[in-house]
Structure formats: structure tokens, C-alpha cells
């Protein structure tokens, strides 16, 4: 329990209900190809999770911004607290698209986490 008498779960489990969207996170594996390089493959898993999805730094981007050798959009995808999720996943929002997870930043107290993500190639 917390001080304030709530567990990670009940937490996680409030938070969820705030999450409007749905996605599915693919787990990515590597194997030998046969021809002596490697071959990536996704498996979904058989659970949907319930997010939200916006903006990196959850407003409107303003101000003058790095020029990107990349066009793609990154945003912040946000899910339930303790959702396992590595940067080697991708995830795909419905009716928003698939996104490769770029950077999960560490929190000294999670509520929800935030995965940072790319519009997959």
C-alpha cells in the first residue's frame, strides 16, 4: 500500500479507466535468416491495452523545432503502470496507426507509464 492507502494496482486500474484508445503491443524477435543475415519477426499479444495517444510533452509543439532527418511524427503513447513493453516493441493504436517504441522514460513513481514512439516504417 501507498501512504495515502492505494496500491500500485488500484492505481493502474483507475488509470486504465481514463484511457480512451485501444492497442496491441508486438513483441519482436530476431532469427537467423539462412543466408547469413537475421530476419525480424512481430507477435501480437492477445491482449489489448487500453492508452491514450499525443503529442511528445502532451500539448502542441511550438516554437522552433531541429531540423529531423526522419518525417515521421513522434508522440507519447500512454499506457497502464507495470505494462511490460521494451524499445524492440511496436505498438499499434486503433484507428491511429503502428508506432515503434523509441524511448520509455523512468519514473522514481509510476502512476501510468509513457512510451515514446515513432509512426513505424
Do not use: H, N, W
Not at 489489448?48 to 500539448?59: D, L, N, R, S, T
Not at 532527418?69 to 511496436?90: K, L, Q
Amino acid at each position: 500500500m501507498t501512504p495515502l492507502g492505494f496500491s500500485q494496482e488500484m492505481a493502474s486500474q483507475q488509470i486504465a479507466a481514463l484511457l480512451p484508445a485501444t492497442a496491441y503491443i508486438f513483441d519482436r524477435a530476431t532469427a537467423p535468416s539462412g543466408a547469413g543475415g537475421q530476419k525480424t519477426t512481430f507477435t501480437i499479444r492477445p491482449d489489448p491495452v487500453p492508452c491514450a495517444i499525443g503529442p511528445v510533452g502532451g500539448g502542441e509543439r511550438s516554437g522552433r523545432q531541429a531540423p529531423r532527418m526522419d518525417s515521421r511524427t513522434t508522440e507519447v503513447i500512454t499506457i497502464p503502470a507495470g505494462t511490460p513493453i521494451t524499445v524492440r516493441d511496436e505498438v499499434e493504436v486503433l484507428g491511429r496507426g503502428r508506432y515503434e517504441v523509441t524511448a520509455i522514460p523512468t519514473r522514481s513513481i509510476e502512476i501510468a507509464r509513457e512510451v515514446e514512439v515513432m509512426e513505424a516504417a
